[in-house]
């Protein structure tokens, strides 16, 4: 926000009401991806169960952050810093609410899979969503402190994420190919992998948003973009 | 008229300074008006906004205390310039005013006035054409064709702006210059007369000065932004309202000013 307050209190407290919305409701994303990832990781069914849980509490978020915004618009028109503002919000908040969805998805298969997942498959996925985490981190301080350049890094670094997610993949489908058994925890995995990268292209769109937030241009070029995904049929 | 894309420069101000006797009201402004497109002045009371739209017609004038210094150059021609015609001027850029300000006269007289004055009719019929048409241009005509010979006065107000509207295109101006037109206008009457300024920017160059951010972001597609004498940015009307360069542009367009 700008330094300067508005003339009219009652705009001013809204738009910071809107801004301190999607930050709880970053929050809040942040702590279901994490109980999430933990939970498959440590094989804890209640991080899952409450994952699970508190995904209506994100809902919620993104249903109040698009009544804030649908008001401001109507009854504001604001302009230039506080358009943004106020488009970003609509837009952050969108996005937000996958990554709980997905965080959910991922807890719920959780609760499907096998008590002992081998130690290289596990490895493998915490090498992927640790990365994501720290995009997630990094983009909701960007937002926090307005930060383009911060913005910029979480754009260019999705690539890391590509190619840590085939990685992830191969490991998954080799887990796959060893025993017909594995067929069901394998599946489960290679969605959790994806909803993992899903993550990471959501954290990508709010960067784009933070950076349009902040400049008023929008991050122009190809996404970066890792290796080719690796599909099944390969040797 | 569009060269290669780019809009041509129909009003040209350099470097100009106005002083109310020892008050500067306007400092070095320099500003290229695009013809065909609507130019939106914006920026608090006693900016100077207006004073600047006066100098375009030399409205300053007649104001005694007033002098206008550096150029203004319209069709390659100075204005400020001591052989400049103010009455030939003032054919070529018409104004409209805050308060509609109909003569008190005919609804018909109103509009003849300024035809009959430069001459532009040779028979009453060609001056009927004028009448119908300028009051056709101004959106006018058929609300009022059958009373053409009843006061103008008796219109309602936003009647009453439009006539004025007509009034100013009858001598088929190239330029017309309004300050604040729709400030005394309900809702529907301004939605009308914005409705106008986007059909007549096909013929006339409009530049208008405005209370109204909104109506400024309406209408317009250039906006100058002007804070205590000085022109502080203009640009592009989408620009300026999305993402302004100056903070001083960005805090007077969203409410953050003084």
């Known amino acids: ?235 | 008229m569009r060269k290669n894309g780019v809009n041509m420069i129909k009003i040209s101000a350099k470097n100009v300074d106005v002083f109310y006797g020892k008050k500067q009201a306007l400092f070095n402004i320099n500003l290229d008006i695009e013809e065909n497109q609507v130019t939106a002045l914006i920026g608090p009371s006693g900016c100077g906004k207006s004073t600047f739209l006066r100098c375009l017609n030399r409205m300053n004038d007649v104001i005694d205390i007033c002098k206008v210094q550096g150029e203004i150059v319209i069709n390659d021609f100075n204005i400020n310039d001591k052989g400049c015609d103010v009455v030939r001027l003032r054919e070529k850029i018409g104004m409209v005013f805050q308060k509609p300000n109909p003569f008190p006269k005919t609804l018909y007289e109103n509009i003849s006035y300024g035809p009959t004055i430069h001459g532009m009719a040779q028979s009453k019929q060609e001056m009927d054409e004028i009448v119908e048409t300028s009051l056709k241009k101004a959106a006018l005509w058929e609300e009022v064709k059958d009373r053409l010979h009843e006061p103008g006065t008796g219109l309602s107000g936003g009647q009453q702006q439009r006539l004025c509207i007509a009034r100013a295109i009858s001598v088929q101006p190239e330029v017309i210059l309004m300050d604040e037109p729709c400030s005394a206008l309900d809702p529907i009457a301004t939605a009308q007369i914005e409705e106008l300024i986007d059909e007549l920017k096909k013929e006339h160059t409009i530049i208008i000065v405005t209370h109204s951010m909104a109506q400024a972001a309406r209408v317009s597609q250039r906006t100058g932004f002007f804070h205590l004498g000085e022109l502080i940015e203009h640009g592009s009307t989408d620009k300026i309202f999305k993402n302004p360069d100056n903070t001083k542009t960005q805090d007077y367009i969203t409410g953050r000013f003084g």
Request: hydrophobic residues 35%; proline residues 2%.
């Open chain 1, 1 to 235: 926000m700008s330094e300067a307050p508005h003339t009219v209190k009652s705009y001013e407290e809204e738009l910071k009401n809107l801004n301190s919305n999607i930050i709880k409701m970053g929050g809040f994303c942040e702590e279901a991806l994490g109980k999430a990832i933990q939970a498959i990781t440590t094989r804890n069914s209640d991080h899952a169960e409450s994952v699970i849980k508190d995904d209506e509490k994100i809902d919620k978020f993104e249903t109040l952050i698009e009544q804030q915004v649908v008001n401001l618009i109507a009854l504001r028109q604001p302009m230039a810093i506080d358009l943004r503002e106020t488009v970003t919000a609509l837009k952050i908040s969108s996005d937000l609410e996958r990554i709980g969805d997905l965080a959910k998805n991922i807890s719920k298969r959780t609760l499907l899979l096998n008590e002992n997942l081998p130690k290289n498959l596990v490895d493998a996925l915490v090498r992927v969503s640790s990365n994501v985490q720290k995009q997630l981190k990094s983009i909701l301080d960007a937002y926090l402190d307005r930060s383009s350049s911060m913005a910029m890094n979480v754009w260019e670094s999705d690539e890391k994420i590509d190619d840590l997610t085939n990685l992830c993949m191969q490991e998954v489908i080799k887990y796959l190919k060893e025993n017909e058994k594995n067929l069901d925890d394998g599946t489960h995995l290679l969605f959790v992998t994806k909803n993992i990268e899903r993550i990471g292209d959501h954290t990508t769109n709010v960067a784009e948003q933070v950076y349009y937030l902040v400049t008023g241009e929008y991050l122009e070029g190809d996404r970066p973009k890792g290796t080719e995904p690796i599909v099944t049929g390969e040797k």
